[in-house]
């Protein structure tokens, strides 16, 4: 979904070419699925309790945490980009698929629900028309 922008272009594409640079070639390497242009960031407690992967797709969105409920030593080797980034993928990779087969008038419906919700947000349509044009 498309809401109302909060940031720039600019620097919207640099946050995107900087968390697309953990997954291509820093911490989040296993999170990478073939064809598809993916970002992320891999964390770490620095007492070793939590671990994470959080990452996007431009259609989808989602989060891997793993730890205790009662906080211990996840043990040697935890790390965000071993072990949820691996999972993340997984998830993902199905998630896009299931996203890929939505058929035609979901699509239709939620392009409507977008264009109507920025559009009370004051933002313009993806044409640039405000409400004020589309309500003549």
Do not use: H
Request: hydrophobic share 35%; aromatic share 8%; net charge positive.
């Amino acid at each position: 979904m498309r809401g109302p922008r909060v940031l720039s272009q600019d620097a919207g594409d640099k946050m995107w070419d900087m968390l697309r640079y953990v997954v291509t070639n820093g911490t989040g390497k296993n999170a990478q699925i073939s064809g598809v242009d993916v970002i992320g960031k891999t964390g770490t407690t620095s007492n070793n309790k939590d671990v994470w992967f959080m990452g996007a797709s431009r259609q989808l969105a989602c989060g891997v945490w793993m730890g205790y409920d009662k906080p211990r030593d996840l043990g040697y080797g935890s790390a965000g980009g071993a072990w949820c980034a691996l999972r993340w993928r997984n998830f993902m990779a199905q998630g896009l698929e299931v996203w890929r087969q939505r058929n035609p008038i979901e699509k239709m419906i939620e392009s409507t629900r977008l264009t109507d919700q920025r559009l009370r947000a004051g933002a313009p349509d993806d044409e640039g028309r405000d409400a004020d044009y589309l309500q003549r």
